[in-house]
């Protein structure tokens, strides 16, 4: 299997650890953003959005990352990443698409406002902009910080919602994003990032995060 990639990408990244968690091995081809590969005709061809990441399973191709890892998952059921019960599959997805539509939004313009503006040259950080999406950040850290209560992992056993909510955070000392007032997130994320599997994904990313 090949997985079309960029390193700096958090939707690739969630789609990494997910691999090296279930032992899955990937063909990692880079493709290169700032240069345009992902709008080559060859490139459309497999995902028409002109996003990474893509993978390739024989003649079968998927995109969008969490479908991705949700199949990824399939491969090795008994992982138990994406569990078969209804109730245990349903808190997956509930926090999956709130990682989404909510928190993930919030904390990725954040981010992107006050470490990867700069990191590209791509100007100074908008402060309209940093001051909405940290009050919207801190609401859902609070959501997140309920959620956690008495579990180590958000749906109760780990699984693919903690590695979706994970590349979330990936970029968010170098963005002074605090979790002094979320000691359960604090003690969740470091947990989450101490695991091989997290830290042979990331480790692509170091140049970039120092």
Avoid at 85 to 90: E, F
Avoid at 126 to 137: F, L, W
């Amino acid at each position: 299997m090949k997985l079309y990639n960029a390193n700096f990408s958090p939707n690739a990244l969630r789609v990494r650890a997910v691999a090296h968690e279930l032992g899955v091995d990937l063909e990692i081809v880079q493709v290169d953003i700032r240069a345009g590969d992902n709008r080559a005709a060859e490139f459309l061809a497999r995902n028409p959005n002109a996003k990474v990441p893509v993978l390739e399973d024989g003649n079968f191709v998927l995109w969008e990352s969490r479908a991705i890892c949700a199949y990824l998952a399939g491969l090795r059921p008994e992982a138990g990443l994406y569990p078969e019960g209804r109730k245990a599959r349903s808190l997956v997805d509930q926090w999956t698409w709130w990682q989404a539509i909510h928190l993930g939004p919030a904390m990725q313009k954040l981010s992107f406002e006050l470490f990867l503006k700069e990191k590209f040259g791509m100007g100074d950080p908008d402060p309209t902009v940093v001051e909405a999406e940290r009050k919207a950040t801190d609401q859902f850290l609070a959501v997140l910080e309920t959620g956690l209560d008495g579990k180590d992992w958000i749906a109760g056993a780990l699984s693919l919602a903690d590695f979706y909510l994970a590349t979330t955070f990936m970029y968010r000392d170098q963005a002074g994003i605090l979790l002094d007032q979320y000691p359960g997130v604090a003690s969740w994320i470091d947990r989450l990032e101490a695991r091989d599997s997290w830290q042979e994904a990331v480790a692509p990313l170091r140049a970039l995060f120092r």
